[in-house]
């Protein structure tokens, strides 16, 4: 039985990782992350809808050569995501947080703002996905959780398979390089030569005018927003491992009460969700994602 304080860990975890980062939509299939200063493709297999590749995969070579050629909304410096091979040069494996390779990889340090892997921090902190293995004791999932790509936001043709990184494999560069997959939420590293997918990327914001909010409004969604800033569907999978994860005395009805309390939970976050939406469609259209 695994006790309480590991549960109070997990919500510890959830909490300190959530960071404050929002996705907005610059229009022209630009998405920008406000956290990192980057924009993102808002179509996340680009080589397949531009028909330079017929299913997007592309070796380590061909998907760089690709991202730099890119001219795309009015800017030619796209580029593939960055990553640090921090610790010891290549793979410092780990099931749970805290290194570059395995699952639930560092992301971003939010003291001194330094960004340790671009796609990881999509995967976990824009998107809120998970691991195939618990980011607490490292613990594999199995079928307990909904893990891999569920929450795709506001990107399109988003795949729950392996990314590049623009990255060589320090220990064996010439013949591998870092990519992540999505998938299991594993970083690591691959031969050049398979296929895998390629997001583009660039340094910076798009020069997109917004449609701003009538100032009330405005008001009021900033202020919910700062009271509900987890998805909904981040909510609900993380309470599910709480539920399965603590078993309680029996007769005390622990886990009728932690039921109950699950679905009022769930009817809050569904109603101010709701509420984001709506914000959403006053704002006009997807131009800011809540």
Not at 50 to 77: C, I, K, P, T, V
Not at 104 to 129: C, H, I, K, P, R
Not at 158 to 165: D, R
Not at 199 to 226: E, K
């Amino acid at each position: 039985m695994k006790k309480l304080f590991t549960t109070v860990t997990l919500l510890s975890v959830l909490l300190s990782t959530q960071g404050h980062a929002e996705l907005i939509n610059r229009g022209g299939g630009m998405i920008y992350d406000t956290i990192l200063n980057i924009t993102w493709m808002q179509d996340a297999n680009y080589a397949k809808t531009s028909g330079y590749s017929r299913f997007g995969l592309m070796q380590f070579d061909e998907a760089n050569a690709w991202a730099n050629s890119l001219n795309f909304g009015g800017y030619d410096d796209w580029r593939l995501p960055t990553l640090q091979d921090t610790g010891q040069p290549g793979c410092d494996l780990s099931y749970s947080r805290g290194t570059d390779c395995g699952w639930n990889s560092q992301t971003y340090n939010e003291n001194t703002g330094e960004v340790y892997s671009e796609l990881a921090y999509m995967f976990y902190d824009n998107l809120g996905n998970l691991a195939s293995h618990d980011p607490v004791d490292g613990d594999y999932l199995g079928g307990e959780v909904d893990w891999g790509v569920t929450d795709t936001g506001p990107f399109l043709n988003l795949q729950n398979a392996s990314y590049w990184t623009q990255l060589e494999y320090a220990p064996e560069h010439a013949s591998a390089a870092w990519g992540f997959d999505a998938y299991v939420g594993y970083q690591g590293a691959n031969s050049k030569g398979n296929g895998l997918y390629a997001w583009a990327v660039r340094a910076g914001d798009v020069s997109v005018s917004q449609v701003p909010l009538p100032s009330a409004l405005w008001l009021f969604g900033v202020s919910l927003l700062g009271l509900f800033n987890i998805s909904r569907n981040r909510l609900n999978r993380h309470i599910n491992i709480l539920v399965q994860d603590y078993t309680f005395p029996a007769g005390d009805g622990g886990n009728e009460k932690v039921m109950t309390e699950y679905n009022q939970k769930k009817r809050k976050y569904d109603k101010n969700n709701q509420l984001g939406y709506a914000l959403q469609g006053v704002e006009n259209s997807e131009n800011q994602r809540f």
